[in-house]
């Protein structure tokens, strides 16, 4: 909601970030306000330029500055093995693991019954496409399933299983050591590299 008082407005923008009460955006906002002018240009310049000049992978649906990812790019990458991730920070931990060598597909969202977030909110047909259109070179074998294993989690990879297999490929689901209900994103690097090599098929 835009105000005419310039303050009132930024902590009102800061506010409407995860994990930002107004307590804490009072605080930044005066903090802002408080420091050198750069800071601010160069606060609103990165705010304006990550949402024109990034958006989605064309085969993987990643964060890229291209028309492709980085690493869907990259031919060292086994593009027989896809894996599945909620969302880019997801696919930044998997990296970090270095476990992976692998190309991804990640689907910014869960199903979530409970919530009505079904197959069709989330970028699973862009996965599907991706897999009956792939060259020859590039036939996917396996695809690893590694969203968390909340109910959301859970309830997905489900959905992904019985679509995927009549395919005819393999569907395998990361291993344990992610605490139930926990977030991929949180878990050590070595929790989650275990869990990769510790996959199983569903
Ligand atoms: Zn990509």
Not at 54 to 73: D, S
Not at 92 to 99: D, V, W
Not at 131 to 158: F, N
Request: proline share 5%; aromatic share 4%; net charge negative.
């Amino acid at each position: 909601m835009q105000t005419d008082d310039p303050i009132t407005n930024l902590i009102n923008a800061f506010s409407r970030l995860p994990g930002i009460g107004e307590r804490t955006a009072s605080r930044l906002a005066f903090f802002v306000l408080n420091q050198p002018e750069d800071l601010a240009t160069e606060l609103a310049e990165a705010l304006v330029r990550v949402k024109s000049e990034v958006g989605l992978c064309a085969k993987c649906c990643n964060l890229t500055q291209g028309e492709l990812c980085r690493i869907c790019v990259d031919p060292k990458r086994d593009a027989a093995s896809i894996c599945v991730v909620e969302g880019p920070t997801d696919l930044r931990a998997i990296e970090r693991t270095g476990e992976f060598r692998g190309r991804y597909h990640v689907l910014h969202g869960l199903i979530s019954p409970l919530e009505g977030i079904g197959p069709d909110d989330i970028h699973v047909k862009e996965l599907l496409t991706r897999l009956q259109t792939t060259d020859e070179d590039e036939e996917v074998s396996e695809i690893i399933i590694a969203t968390s294993p909340s109910v959301d989690g859970e309830a997905t990879a489900l959905y992904l299983s019985r679509l995927l297999k009549p395919i005819g490929v393999k569907v395998t689901r990361i291993a344990s050591g992610i605490p139930i209900g926990g977030e991929l994103e949180y878990a050590d690097r070595v929790t989650l590299s275990r869990a990769l090599t510790q996959r199983r098929e569903i």
